[in-house]
């Protein structure tokens, strides 16, 4: 009935409305988010336990919320979700290097607290090497930078503030300023001093196509032409759009690695990253490749696909190592196609090491790629006649918006550690009004816990020690998911 369906609607607006001001009154830091806080505040997490005065770029934290805060406005007109929205957004420029990228995370207690962190919670952090030095400068890994841009970008096209509108371009030329001239992104940057990465070389200067690095750097260059209106960027996007194509390695291994050498080869990124061509990276970059086509009508972007499909089928793991519908290892070695493994022994950053070989036993596929879905969009769209396959294409100003109106609409990933749960036979807004409690949050399982640093784990693994994968020792500040 139409007045049931207005109370509902309502109901709905009243749990927004007290949900936004519980997050801004109380879990706010300056306007921004970590990831995951208990009930009393007294510990927090992005993807490393967080001090009081620090809140997470990294998805899904600030930029995500900002952008929750949008869309409710969005949908409601109301000022108070703009105006949360707008704080993310003070918080998030406050925070911008000066550069114009971003880190991990911002830390409103100021430069020395941050460095404090690093030697500490991040330094301890043994799964977690991107902590385990304080650079100083911006990162695009796990989507840090693009992610705030984004946000960033349409706060600005909402309010026309000036200070959104700057901050927005400080952003876009970050990553202008930051590609290189093969047309590839580092990890980081701008470059800092040198740096071994036990006892490796720096991995964060490398061409990095690692958690999409390239692919969301041009997908924000294309938003920013079609909504920002600075056609400036499309040589940058056509530069990393052949970069991206010329990383596909040659015979007998004809896919696309984690990291590069500026001379195309694969390099070692973290030390449990080893220089090779990694069959997951190569599926995502076969969907760039025709998604590039569709953007360019170059055939070029095309002409080596079925090699790298066919590659696929061949380095398949075999049946009796598949789990969970995942059917391919990680990592394969250049030029001969062989296997590695990844290994660990030791029980905290201090003891512990990573090593390689290609002693497969015991090990299990680790990623799933749906092959015959792969073959027939290459066949799908190489069937397309050239103007077909442009007729929507952002780079020659066609096609629908890039910015929709509502922008998380989706579960956000990022945090894949955390745990939440559903109630079958019940609609999500029933059961999202119905769980928000009396303080204005919704009270979810926190499996996901940390050791707080208690100084460095011991010199050796303590006796009985059994490592289990996610963390070590009680020295070891790596997030882990507490067995049900």
Same mark, same amino acid.
């Given at each position: *009935?139409?007045?049931?369906?207005?109370?509902d609607?309502? !109901?709905?607006?009243?749990?927004?409305?007290?949900?936004?001001?519980?997050?801004?009154?109380?879990?706010?830091?300056?306007?921004?988010?970590?990831?995951?806080?208990?009930?009393?505040?007294?510990?927090?997490?992005?993807?490393?336990?967080?001090?009081?005065?620090?809140?997470?770029?990294?998805?899904?934290?600030?930029?995500?919320?900002?952008?929750?805060?949008?869309? !409710?406005?969005?949908?409601?007109g109301?000022?108070?979700?703009?105006?949360?929205?707008?704080?993310?957004?003070? *918080?998030?420029?406050q925070?911008?290097?000066?550069?114009?990228?971003?880190?991990?995370?911002?830390?409103?207690?100021?430069? !020395?607290?941050?460095?404090?962190?690093?030697?500490?919670?991040?330094?301890?952090?043994?799964?977690?090497?991107?902590?385990?030095?304080?650079?100083?400068? !911006?990162?695009?890994?796990?989507?840090?930078?693009?992610?705030?841009?984004?946000?960033?970008?349409?706060?600005?096209?909402?309010?026309?503030?000036?200070?959104?509108?700057?901050?927005?371009?400080?952003?876009?030329?970050?990553?202008?300023?930051s590609?290189?001239?093969?047309?590839?992104?580092p990890?980081?940057?701008?470059r800092?001093?040198?740096f071994?990465?036990?006892?490796?070389?720096?991995?964060?200067?490398?061409?990095?196509?690692n958690?999409?690095?390239?692919?969301?750097n041009?997908?924000?260059l294309?938003?920013?032409?079609q909504?920002?209106?600075?056609?400036?960027?499309?040589?940058?996007?056509?530069?990393?759009? *052949?970069?991206y194509?010329?990383?596909?390695?040659?015979?007998?291994?004809?896919?696309?690695?984690?990291?590069?050498?500026?001379?195309?080869?694969?390099?070692?990124?973290?030390?449990y990253?080893?220089?090779?061509?990694?069959?997951?990276?190569?599926?995502?970059?076969?969907?760039?490749?025709?998604?590039?086509?569709r953007?360019?009508?170059?055939?070029?972007?095309?002409?080596?696909?079925?090699?790298?499909?066919?590659?696929?089928a061949r380095?398949?793991?075999p049946?009796?190592?598949?789990?969970?519908?995942?059917n391919?290892?990680?990592?394969?070695?250049?030029?001969?196609?062989?296997?590695?493994?990844?290994?660990?022994?030791?029980?905290n950053?201090?003891?512990?090491?990573?090593?390689?070989?290609?002693?497969?036993?015991?090990?299990?596929?680790?990623?799933?790629?749906?092959? *015959?879905?792969?073959?027939?969009?290459?066949?799908?769209?190489?069937?397309?006649?050239?103007?077909?396959?442009?007729?929507?294409?952002?780079?020659?100003?066609r096609?629908?918006?890039?910015?929709?109106?509502?922008?998380?609409?989706?579960r956000q990933?990022?945090?894949?550690?955390n745990?939440?749960?559903?109630?079958?036979?019940?609609?999500?807004?029933?059961?999202?009004?119905?769980?928000?409690?009396?303080?204005?949050?919704?009270?979810?399982?926190?499996?996901?816990?940390?050791?707080?640093?208690?100084?460095?784990?011991?010199?050796?693994?303590?006796?009985?020690?059994?490592?289990?994968?996610?963390?070590?020792?009680a020295?070891?500040?790596?997030?882990?998911?507490?067995?049900?």
């Amino acid at each position: *009935a139409p007045v049931a369906a207005a109370a509902d609607v309502e !109901a709905a607006r009243d749990a927004m409305r007290r949900a936004t001001r519980f997050m801004t009154e109380r879990a706010a830091t300056n306007g921004g988010y970590v990831w995951s806080y208990l009930a009393d505040f007294s510990r927090r997490w992005g993807e490393m336990e967080a001090q009081p005065g620090m809140i997470w770029t990294q998805a899904p934290g600030t930029p995500e919320m900002g952008q929750v805060f949008l869309d !409710a406005w969005r949908a409601t007109g109301e000022a108070q979700f703009l105006n949360a929205a707008v704080a993310a957004g003070d *918080a998030l420029v406050q925070g911008q290097h000066a550069s114009g990228g971003w880190n991990y995370v911002i830390d409103f207690d100021g430069e !020395a607290s941050l460095r404090r962190w690093y030697e500490t919670v991040g330094r301890n952090g043994w799964r977690l090497e991107e902590f385990q030095h304080y650079y100083g400068n !911006a990162t695009f890994d796990d989507h840090a930078t693009v992610e705030c841009g984004r946000f960033l970008l349409r706060l600005a096209l909402t309010t026309d503030a000036p200070r959104f509108r700057a901050a927005t371009d400080r952003t876009v030329d970050f990553v202008l300023n930051s590609q290189m001239p093969s047309g590839g992104w580092p990890q980081r940057w701008p470059r800092a001093g040198e740096f071994r990465n036990h006892g490796r070389p720096d991995y964060t200067g490398h061409i990095t196509l690692n958690d999409e690095v390239m692919d969301e750097n041009i997908d924000f260059l294309l938003l920013v032409l079609q909504q920002w209106g600075r056609a400036d960027v499309e040589p940058a996007i056509r530069r990393a759009m *052949a970069c991206y194509r010329d990383l596909q390695q040659p015979a007998p291994t004809p896919g696309w690695a984690l990291q590069y050498t500026p001379d195309f080869q694969p390099a070692w990124g973290r030390t449990y990253e080893p220089a090779a061509v990694s069959p997951h990276v190569t599926a995502v970059a076969v969907e760039r490749m025709l998604d590039f086509y569709r953007l360019t009508g170059d055939h070029s972007f095309l002409a080596r696909l079925d090699e790298a499909l066919d590659w696929l089928a061949r380095i398949e793991a075999p049946a009796s190592l598949h789990h969970e519908g995942r059917n391919h290892f990680r990592f394969v070695e250049p030029g001969t196609n062989r296997f590695i493994a990844v290994h660990r022994r030791g029980s905290n950053a201090q003891n512990g090491e990573y090593y390689v070989d290609y002693d497969m036993t015991g090990q299990r596929a680790e990623k799933h790629i749906d092959l *015959a879905r792969l073959r027939r969009r290459v066949e799908q769209v190489a069937a397309l006649p050239t103007d077909e396959a442009v007729r929507r294409s952002t780079l020659m100003g066609r096609g629908p918006s890039l910015l929709p109106d509502y922008v998380i609409t989706r579960r956000q990933g990022g945090s894949d550690l955390n745990v939440t749960a559903s109630r079958p036979g019940m609609t999500p807004v029933t059961l999202l009004i119905q769980g928000l409690n009396s303080e204005g949050y919704w009270p979810v399982e926190l499996r996901t816990t940390s050791h707080a640093y208690r100084g460095e784990g011991p010199p050796t693994p303590p006796p009985g020690f059994i490592d289990r994968g996610q963390v070590g020792d009680a020295g070891d500040t790596s997030p882990f998911t507490e067995p049900r």
